[in-house]
């Protein structure tokens, strides 16, 4: 690849660049196209512009081979998500509470705060507002999509409760957190929400 960067000017100007693996695959098929979409503006917000990004193009190359190679699902948009923010530095707190420390149970309904950045105990729950009730499986969920790798947290079984918990916390935190909104999500609304049904529907 070669570029221009010119001093003082933000924006770094693409002259050539070589194609070394096209995505075929993502192209010919719509919902992973959308869904591919979604994974470069999340590497565009979660990462400041003009910082090293070496780990999170590597995680996006990998994203785009498991596309290239899977339907998507709403698993795998909730695990890209959780190693976004991981590669950005922002993993919520899942198995600890943010306020009082303590580690969390196996079993039980906890809160999400999203501008503490984390799962909130019962105890603590009743001494202040959470933005969202969440169970002890989703947390568990995530905890171990978050320790996997790519591949294998794709493949982790999941109720449609925890699908639709995780959605509810993962989200709001990045777009709290990063205090942006993607549009990408807002087209992918339905796509998204409707994915594992489309994916039912044509049996792939
Ligand atoms: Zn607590």
Known sequence: MQYVEQQGRELVRIETCDLIHYYHAIYENLRKLLVGTYFLELVDVVQPEGHN?????????????????????QVMVRVVELKMLRCAGLTPVLTACVRCRRMLGTSGRFGFSLTEGGAVCGDCVRQGPVHQYVSAETLGFLAAAND???????GIACSPRILHESAKIIYPF????LNKDLHAKKVLKDVLEHIDEGVGRTGA
């Open 174 to 177: 990045m777009t709290c957190q």
């Open 53 to 73: 990004a070496e780990d999170l193009f590597e995680l996006l190359v990998a994203c785009f081979d498991l596309l290239e190679a899977q339907i998507p699902t």
């Open 148 to 154: 996997a790798t790519l591949q294998d947290s794709v």
